[in-house]
C-alpha cells in the first residue's frame, strides 16, 4: 500500500474524544517498553508520526491515526511500567479496557511482544482477553533484529508455549528499524481490513 496520508488525528482518554466510527482500526496492544510508536512509524514510513520515547509508560493516551483515510491505526496505552503507581496502572488499564470494550468499529487487535524475552503473565493475561473477545490473536514480536535468525525459532518456541497459541503462523518476527517482515504484516493487516493489495 502507497502511504498518502498518515497523520494523529486524534488523542483520547475517554470514548467522548474519540473519532468518529467511520473507518475500520487495528489496535496494538503491548507492555510499555516493547516499541509500539517504532512499529507504528516504521509500518507507515515515518519518522516521527508516532513519538517514540526513552522513558517507558509515558504514553497514557489512545492515539489514532488515520491511514489514507481508510483505515487507523490505534496506540493504546502501554502496560507493565513497574514505576508506576498502582493507582495510574489501573487508570491505563481502565482506558484500554473502555476502549477495547465499546469500539463497534474496532476490528482487530494486535499484541506486541518483545521476541527477546518470555511474555510476562500481563502479557497473557491481554491475549487470552483478546482471545475471548474473538479476535485472532495475530503477535508482533518486535526486536528482532537484536538477536541472529537462526534463534527465531526457539524464541518463537517460547512466546507460543507461554501464550498458548496454536499456530506458529500467528507469530510474526518483525524489526522496526530494518523493517523485516514488513510485507508480511500488511499482507495480513489487508486481510483483516478487507483491501486488496494494490489499494
Do not use: C
Not at 476502549?99 to 503473565?121: A, F
Not at 525459532?153 to 523493517?179: A, F, Q, V
Amino acid at each position: 500500500m502507497k502511504i498518502i496520508k498518515a497523520e494523529l488525528e486524534k488523542v483520547a482518554v475517554r470514548p467522548n474524544q474519540y473519532p468518529k466510527t467511520d473507518l475500520p482500526e487495528i489496535a496494538f496492544a503491548g507492555r510499555s517498553n516493547v516499541g509500539k510508536s517504532s512499529f507504528i512509524n516504521s509500518l507507515v514510513n515515518r519518522k516521527n508520526l508516532a513519538r517514540t520515547s526513552g522513558k517507558p509508560g509515558k504514553t497514557r493516551t489512545i492515539n489514532f491515526y488515520n491511514i489514507n483515510d481508510k483505515f487507523r491505526l490505534v496506540d493504546l496505552p502501554g502496560y507493565g511500567y513497574a514505576q508506576v503507581s498502582k493507582e495510574e496502572k489501573e487508570k491505563w488499564g481502565h482506558i484500554i479496557e473502555e476502549y477495547l470494550n465499546t469500539r463497534e468499529n474496532l476490528v482487530e487487535v494486535v499484541q506486541l511482544v518483545d521476541i527477546r524475552h518470555s511474555p510476562t503473565e500481563q502479557d497473557l493475561m491481554m491475549y487470552n482477553w483478546l482471545k475471548t473477545y474473538g479476535f485472532k490473536g495475530l503477535v508482533i514480536a518486535t526486536k528482532a533484529d537484536k538477536i541472529t535468525k537462526n534463534k527465531y525459532p526457539s524464541y518463537i518456541k517460547t512466546i507460543k508455549n507461554k501464550l498458548e497459541i496454536k499456530d506458529n503462523n500467528l507469530i510474526i518476527p518483525y524489526s522496526s528499524p530494518k523493517k523485516l517482515n514488513i510485507d508480511k504484516v500488511w499482507s495480513e493487516f489487508y486481510k483483516i481490513l478487507g483491501i486488496k493489495k494494490e489499494q
